[in-house]
């Protein structure tokens, strides 16, 4: 019998998800050596992660043989994103999405996603794959004990609301989500928003009840998350174009013979090209498709956005970060 998450519930907190390691729910062996793999997410079925993450579960189930089985669990159904990590920290999940949330561990983590950075999809690439991008992997390894397989392009983060939103003054009295990151508070604050960190699983029912007014997003969760029913405008900021990793407990890792570290590593790469494919291609369906239910779309003055931003960007960042940020925006 094969002891997964699922067979004892979802949504689990932190505090469950340490009592359950501490009763011996740790390692991820089964039956005959099979090695059984929990990956939770937040997107839904249709979200290209989503996608992206079945192949993933094919492709290693093929090349190792039948001897790893990926069990993909989407929309939070492990636990939100937080408790994933932690989950994986303490051996009751394996593998999760995440990027910048890690910050909360490992500042140089915070770079994924600084706003007004990345200028575009190929210079994130460089970013990405270069000196930087392989100094923020290296500490998620070191410093939070997870082990980056692949990374995904994220569509620019947008803000959406009820009201246009053209100029940071339109945002006077607008209380908005944030994930929980510290750089995106301070940020925010500083643009005039009254920004309210909260879990990505209760954004609607908040949205729909008035307790926040606004959320940014990219478009595929914008849409997934089904925020048209309870958003009208999708304000066109930009604020943000950064990346995610698809992350594995290094414990868990390392728990494997090589051939099978070796098999992971490989369709993880294979996932990250597959996650590019899908994400390119449906970054104007996503557009139509809110365009569709309803959504307005409103051109902003993106560069009142990031001159106002700026000085609050760089004073919440860590001198480490600041070394990082430079050496993106200067990156040709």
Same mark, same amino acid.
């Given at each position: 019998m094969h002891l997964t998450l699922s067979s004892i519930g979802t949504r689990l907190p932190t505090l469950l998800l340490l009592c359950l390691a501490s009763l011996g729910f740790t390692g991820c062996k089964g039956d005959q050596d099979k090695v059984v793999l929990r990956f939770g997410h937040l997107g839904n079925e249709n979200h290209v992660w989503h996608r992206a993450a079945l192949e993933f579960a094919q492709i290693v189930n093929a090349k190792s043989g039948g001897r790893i089985e990926i069990k993909v669990y989407p929309n939070e159904q492990l636990g939100k994103e937080l408790d994933m990590i932690n989950g994986i920290r303490a051996g009751v999940v394996d593998m999760t999405i995440t990027g910048e949330s890690l910050q909360? @561990?490992?500042p140089a983590a915070g770079l994924c996603a600084v706003p007004y950075a990345i200028r575009d999809s190929e210079h994130l690439a460089r970013v990405v794959e270069g000196p930087v991008g392989e100094a923020i992997s290296a500490e998620i390894l070191e410093r939070v004990g997870l082990r980056p397989l692949a990374w995904f392009e994220r569509g620019a983060r947008n803000l959406t609301s009820n009201r246009p939103i053209r100029h940071p003054d339109?945002?006077?009295?607008?209380? $908005?989500?944030?994930?929980?990151?510290? $750089?995106y508070v301070k940020t @925010?604050?500083?643009?005039?928003?009254?920004?309210?960190?909260?879990?990505?699983?209760?954004?609607?029912t908040s949205l729909q009840q008035g307790t926040v007014h606004a959320q940014e997003n990219p478009y595929a969760l914008i849409l997934s998350a089904g925020f048209p029913e309870v958003q009208k405008y999708c304000n066109l900021t930009e604020h943000v174009i950064g990346w995610v990793y698809v992350v594995i407990g290094e414990a868990q890792f390392q728990a494997l013979p090589d051939d099978l570290k070796d098999v992971l590593l490989e &369709?993880?790469? &294979?996932?990250?090209?597959?996650?590019?494919?899908?994400f390119k291609e449906t970054q104007q369906q996503l557009i139509d498709s809110l365009k569709e239910r309803g959504m307005i779309f409103v051109e902003t003055d993106r560069e009142a956005f990031k001159a106002r931003a700026e000085a609050a960007v760089l004073s919440a960042l860590t001198e480490q970060q600041r070394g990082l940020y430079r050496q993106i925006v200067e990156m040709d």
């Open positions: 909360n @561990w490992t339109d945002l006077k009295g607008i209380i $908005l989500r944030v994930p929980n990151v510290p $750089l @925010w604050k500083a643009l005039g928003a009254k920004p309210t960190p909260m879990a990505f699983s209760e954004v609607f &369709a993880g790469q &294979a996932m990250q090209t597959i996650h590019q494919r899908l």
